[in-house]
């Protein structure tokens, strides 16, 4: 299918960029990668009137480590961000970028535009959630920051404005010593999951649970940030990861679509959170006495 006419718009400029969207009355589309706004536009379950194509607007395309946190340029693609140096000092988004689609997708889709797409079973908005990290947009009315628990509204929705372009990903670090996984089931190699868990496991002395942090992709209209405090002092054992696996499937909603029941990703959600926590927990270091 092609996708219905619509005018074409290649600023160089943030500025340019914000001024094509305002001028546009909210019927514009911010182009980024492509990989998820042109199919939706050939299948006609998007038809903006404008289309602003942001691939040429300068400074959207860096990586750079700030105070506490990666920060990371819209435009960046998911695989030059993967072989980014910086990112080894990341290991639950470097581990998160590989799982996103095909090497082709990677090659194309942008960090910003998989923030301000927000599918619920994308990877990063669930790593970006779980770091308790933002995003910086920019509007007629200058810059401003957006925590990512403020961000998802729900499906396929963002607190970003109409007339806003999303600049900047911020992902913090972890705590220090703490251990992270991201593990997903998908039901053939490169789909998007059918339910991911992102985890973040800091241990205390004597080798007990400190803080243990969830998010769940795949299992509501967003990112879905689980209470674990349950866990807080318990053993870093089998019983215990288990434990919070039947705390993340009773946190969970999920609906029953064409590609899973609900029961079935309640059930996965448990079992990939029992997971995430087994792989995160060796990788967290015992604070020193
Ligand atoms: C076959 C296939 C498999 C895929 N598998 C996965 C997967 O497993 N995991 C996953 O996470 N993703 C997957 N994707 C999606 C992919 O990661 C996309 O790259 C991502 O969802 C959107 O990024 P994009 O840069 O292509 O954005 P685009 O398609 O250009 O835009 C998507 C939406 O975001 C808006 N947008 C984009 N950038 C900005 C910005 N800077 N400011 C404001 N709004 C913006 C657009 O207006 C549009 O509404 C898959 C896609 C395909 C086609």
Redesign the pocket.
Known sequence: MKPAAFDYVAPTSVEEAVAALSGAGGDA???????????LMNLRL?KPAVVVD?NRVAGLDGVTVRSGFLSVG?LVR?ADLAAHPDVAGWPLLRDALE????PA?RN???V???I??A?P????PGVLRVLGGSVVAAGPNGSREIAADDLFLGYLTTA?EAE????EVRFPALPAGAGSAFVEFARRH????LVGAAVVVALREGGQVGEARLCLIGVGPGPVAVDMGGLQGKPATEATWAAGGELAAAACDPDSDLHAPAEYRRQLASVMTARALALAAPRASEPRR
């Open positions: 589309k911010v182009l980024a990668g492509g990989q998820s706004l042109v199919p998007a942001i819209a998911h799982l996103i689609g095909h997708i194309r889709g942008t910003g535009g998989s301000a797409h599918d079973a994308a990877e990063l970003l806003e372009i999303l600049t490169g789909d998007f999951a």
